[in-house]
């Protein structure tokens, strides 16, 4: 009763293109929208891609590098501004403040980092750098180091919704806590550890498993800043897939591709469910009717 | 004391080495936004699109606030049924037991491993088939369904936070079950409510792909399929300047929003822990 | 949380999701109908692309369509609805909707996909309509596709190279040199290599920072030049051979000598133009519509008396040189097509031909080209550009020589193989042969055997 209208909007929008999907990704269908069965030929043409190694080695940079930094970056914000600053009007200025770049539209975003890393005189960077006699003359900085810069932006534009998650995580620590343990004689290392972070293990969980996956499959950002370039050397999987399904028209094998991606993403929520102890936390429910 | 001043010191160094780059960011739109790149003199005409229909390099844009209007109602209309259903869903999946539900709740991580882009062109055809496309309904359906695993998810976790004895005693006090969650669970678990209608309205506002798939005229659009127009086909970004101003015009309100609704956060959460 | 408030929520959302459903009823009433003077009214629908002049155009063909029929004394009126422009994926989807307009504008490029698609239908009206005497055969190929007219051209543009006259008479040439330049290119006098190493003595005299600019990335013109002709037309075919390889030998000379940066796919016009006017790139491999960007850029109308004399002083222009001595100039065009949806009959189409034509009006094509920069199609619109727009009389002989991209559905796939291989060069410093090994290996793969020669 409680999940049914839950149940039924899944069962309709998720559950049924899920399977329409995977029966696309079998057939050759493009834009004559007349598809064929065609067996497993998608498939093998993924496996037989001489690409697919490098834009799975992408794949992989891209998403354990942004989770890493993201997290990190996170825990820094939300501890220092909801546990050091704890209730002063300059943490929340500072959580708005990082909450900006989260707030813009990927495309007000993009252009944010384009501007730094123009490789004319006019980018920031090469302005700075030729100012400072540090380079002769102005750096390709997007296509020399493409992926660093992806990761950079993705970073900075995802770090904020995790804040405010972990912060009200904090938030909720009743300060009886803090006291009791101070007067333990605690310090503020073994507060933050001790209080702080196993706190935060479920968030932390949530953080790590949706982040890692909308890493996985994300491709907007990386679209409009680099569009996979130079080369496939900032193409991951997921932009892979958009780009055969939607700029080269390709759908049955840009399902079959995004099937992949659904097979990866799987592997580390089920990974990371284990590691985390899911079934831990599922706690069972005392009460009976 | 002395101490504790150096320690917040420290913090506060981190802090805003950590924020320089984004207070930079910030100016930059703002300076992008004002000034024209050619003459290099102060102008607001990118914000002409705030009085009436604009043209930029041949991409037409209508006029912005029917558009706000309908990203108001589009995006309350999201919060409400997203809080109407998660809440029940989540509660279900905190307290009562029921047969699959350790599956249940694998499955709702499992729904996000399927990049909503996968899914979009069979979705197109559910929608075709149920007279839903090019509607409303249709869209609100579709990007509920998208982020409602998310949102039950975090609303659980408030769930599971409230303590049994709470609802244990407020049931032994003679109420019933749906009694007990209204006047005891609910008000314990306001500021997860709070947290998903904030995240619900974030995600609804923003929304750009959907109506760039699913809803065929210009005049329906939100502000963030408004914005999305101005990438071209082959994905580049045209008119740096006019991007700026849309974007502060459609950040600034998402700010005080925030802003707002953080004070009523704090409060509510400082009364429910007093009345644990 | 209490009841009220449960129940309002519930009573708002009823109502605002009422609205929105009745919101969601409108639109899509093409039927035929009379009107109030009993008058036939026939509805065309129109993917409304409003760039350059193309909104005045789409507008003023409609007034002018009922003028006339009105004058020839029909008993019909024509409404004209207007439907947003969208992009490719979204005509594919909206198309499987039911929702084909009856008029869009797309490039000549996505014939091919469209046709298959089933979004439109051949014209074949085209051949004998009268806008179209006099024009030229490569104009008329332009719309023409596995046997049949697909759609009529809007626009069109050729690809000079805009060359920095200043970095020109630094190098010591005097007027007449420089001004005699094009007749060199013309008759094959001039090459791409010349060019090259003008460009490099530009840049070791401090004239310029860049050697060349090239439009967006696609580097068609670059592609033509060296003889590389990647579509078989009688076969409908794409074609992959060795004179591919020469195209990539140019690239690999040009990143050498250093006048091809590695980011020259990131410099597009845009970005080119201000460079341009303040003298930092010697040569911009543009299109005829980066005249309109200069004029653009200083705030000017191509129009403009004082532009034009800017542009005299400043730019030369010539076709894009060929690669050996006296060969042809090579020049490229990305046409703008109407197509008429396959949602059009045959009583509709009478008055959807009307329309077009009435849109390639010649002042209406002029105004077009006020505005976009781009070249007018037919030789009667040509006639007025003459006087006010000397740039573009001067260049529409370029118009015989010019080719387009091949409307074939799979160029796109082809485009992504032969720009993995530029890329190899720019950024990976490979060799041309290998740039040519990859572009290969990835053409093979990635476009239906069916559908390609190799040769």
């Known amino acids: ?289 | 004391m002395s101490k504790k001043i150096l320690k917040l010191l420290v913090v506060h160094t981190y802090m805003a080495m950590l924020t320089v780059p984004i207070l930079f960011m910030i100016v930059w739109y703002f300076m992008t936004a004002t000034f024209n790149s050619y003459t290099g003199s102060f102008s607001l005409d990118n914000f002409a699109f705030m009085f009436g229909p604009i043209e930029s390099m041949g991409i037409k844009l209508p006029a912005i606030w029917p558009i706000v209007l309908n990203t108001l109602v589009y995006s309350f209309t999201i919060v409400m049924i997203e809080v109407l259903i998660s809440v029940p869903a989540a509660y279900a999946f905190s307290r009562l037991d029921f047969k699959g539900k350790r599956n249940a709740m694998k499955f709702l991580f499992i729904m996000r491993s399927f990049p909503g882009v996968t899914l979009i062109i069979a979705t197109f055809f559910i929608l075709v088939k149920m007279n839903l496309v090019d509607t409303y309904l249709g869209i609100i359906l579709v990007a509920i369904t998208g982020s409602l695993p998310g949102h039950v998810y975090i609303m659980k976790g408030f769930f599971d936070e409230v303590p049994w004895d709470l609802e244990w005693a407020a049931m032994t006090d003679g109420c019933s079950r749906f009694r007990a969650f209204r006047k005891v669970i609910l008000p314990a678990v306001k500021p997860g409510i709070g947290a998903i209608a904030i995240f619900s309205f974030l995600g609804a506002y923003g929304e750009w792909f959907l109506f760039k798939l699913l809803i065929f005229s210009d005049t329906r659009l939100i502000i963030g399929g408004y914005i999305a127009k101005l990438i071209t086909e082959e994905n580049v970004i045209v008119d740096y300047g006019l991007i700026s101003a849309l974007g502060l015009f459609y950040t600034l309100p998402v700010i005080l929003f925030y802003i707002f609704s953080q004070k009523i956060f704090m409060k509510v959460n400082i009364g429910g822990s007093k009345g644990v | 949380m209490n009841k009220k408030v449960v129940s309002a929520m519930c009573a708002i959302l009823a109502v605002s999701m009422l609205g929105m459903t009745a919101c969601g009823q409108d639109g899509d009433s093409t039927v035929d109908s009379k009107n109030q003077d009993g008058k036939k009214e026939i509805t065309i629908t129109v993917r409304k692309n409003e760039w350059g002049g193309r909104a005045y155009a789409f507008e003023e063909a409609a007034v002018r369509l009922n003028d006339e029929l009105e004058a020839n004394g029909e008993n019909v009126t024509v409404t004209i609805d207007f439907w947003p422009a969208i992009d490719d994926d979204e005509l594919v989807l909206q198309g499987q909707a039911g929702n084909i307009a009856d008029v869009t504008l797309n490039s000549s490029v996505d014939i091919g996909w469209e046709y298959d698609a089933g979004l439109i239908q051949p014209i074949d009206w085209v051949a004998d309509s009268e806008v179209f005497q006099g024009a030229s055969e490569s104009i008329m190929n332009i719309m023409y596709y596995d046997g049949h007219y697909m759609g009529v051209i809007q626009d069109m543009d050729a690809s000079p190279v805009f060359i920095s006259r200043k970095a020109l008479e630094g190098l010591g040439w005097s007027a007449e040199e420089i001004d005699g330049l094009r007749e060199k290119v013309d008759n094959g006098e001039f090459i791409m290599s010349d060019l090259m190493e003008t460009a490099q003595q530009a840049m070791e005299q401090g004239l310029a920072d860049i050697g060349f600019a090239v439009e967006d990335t696609r580097f068609e013109g670059w592609t033509m030049s060296a003889g590389y002709n990647n579509y078989n037309l009688e076969e409908n075919k794409l074609v992959v051979n060795e004179k591919a390889k020469d195209v990539y030998k140019f690239w690999e000379k040009g990143v050498e000598m250093g006048v091809i940066k590695e980011s020259i796919g990131e410099v597009d016009t845009d970005t080119a133009a201000p460079m341009m006017i303040n003298q930092e790139i010697f040569a911009t491999f543009a299109r005829s519509e980066f005249y309109r960007i200069l004029a653009d850029n200083m705030e000017m109308k191509i129009t403009d008396q004082e532009f034009q004399d800017w542009f005299d002083e400043n730019i030369v222009w010539t076709p894009v040189p060929a690669s050996e001595k006296g060969g042809q100039p090579s020049s490229y065009s990305n046409p703008a097509m109407l197509f008429v949806g396959s949602s059009v009959d045959e009583e509709k189409m009478p008055y959807v031909q009307r329309y077009l034509e009435l849109m390639l009006s010649p002042d209406i094509q002029v105004n077009h080209t006020v505005n976009s920069g781009k070249l007018p199609v037919t030789p009667a619109a040509m006639e007025e550009v003459v006087e006010t727009l000397p740039f573009y009389a001067d260049h529409y002989y370029m118009t015989e020589f010019t080719k387009v991209r091949p409307a074939h559905p799979d160029y796109a796939v082809l485009i992504e193989a032969y720009t993995l291989g530029v890329d190899a060069i720019l950024t990976k410093g490979q060799t041309a042969d290998e740039a040519y090994d990859l572009y290969v290996k990835d053409a093979k793969q990635n476009v239906p055997s069916d559908r390609i020669i190799f040769e």
């Open chain 1, 1 to 289: 009763m409680f999940i049914l209208p839950f149940a039924l909007l899944t069962l309709t929008f998720f559950i049924l293109p899920a399977i329409a999907t995977v029966w696309m990704s079998f057939t050759d269908l493009d834009v004559k929208m007349k598809p064929n069965f065609i067996g497993l030929e998608n498939y093998i043409r993924i496996f037989q891609d001489y690409s697919l190694g490098e834009i799975l080695q992408n794949t992989i940079v891209y998403a354990v590098a942004s989770l890493g930094f993201v997290l990190l970056l996170s825990l820094i914000i939300a501890i220092s501004t909801q546990y050091f600053m704890k209730g002063k009007t300059v943490a929340t200025g500072y959580r708005v403040l990082w909450l900006i770049p989260s707030l813009f539209p990927s495309v007000v975003f993009a252009i944010f980092w384009k501007y730094i890393f123009d490789p004319t005189e006019n980018g920031f960077l090469n302005k700075i750098g030729m100012h400072l006699g540090a380079v002769d003359e102005p750096v390709s900085w997007i296509t020399r180091y493409a992926m660093p810069i992806v990761i950079l932006g993705t970073v900075v534009g995802s770090v904020s919704s995790n804040v405010i998650l972990l912060s009200s995580s904090i938030n909720s620590i009743p300060e009886d806590l803090y006291k009791a343990a101070r007067v333990d004689g605690a310090g503020e290392k073994s507060i933050i550890l001790k209080i702080i972070l196993p706190t935060l293990r479920w968030p932390l969980m949530y953080i790590t498993i949706t982040t890692l996956i909308g890493f996985v499959s994300s491709y907007f950002f990386i679209m409009l800043l680099t569009d996979g370039g130079p080369m496939h050397d900032s193409t991951t999987l997921a932009l892979y897939s958009y780009q055969q399904a939607f700029q080269l028209k390709y759908y049955g094998y840009g399902a079959a591709i995004s099937m992949f991606v659904v097979v990866i993403a799987l592997a580390l929520t089920l990974v990371l469910l284990r590691l985390f102890d899911f079934d831990a936390l599922v706690q069972p429910s005392r009460i009976e009717e």
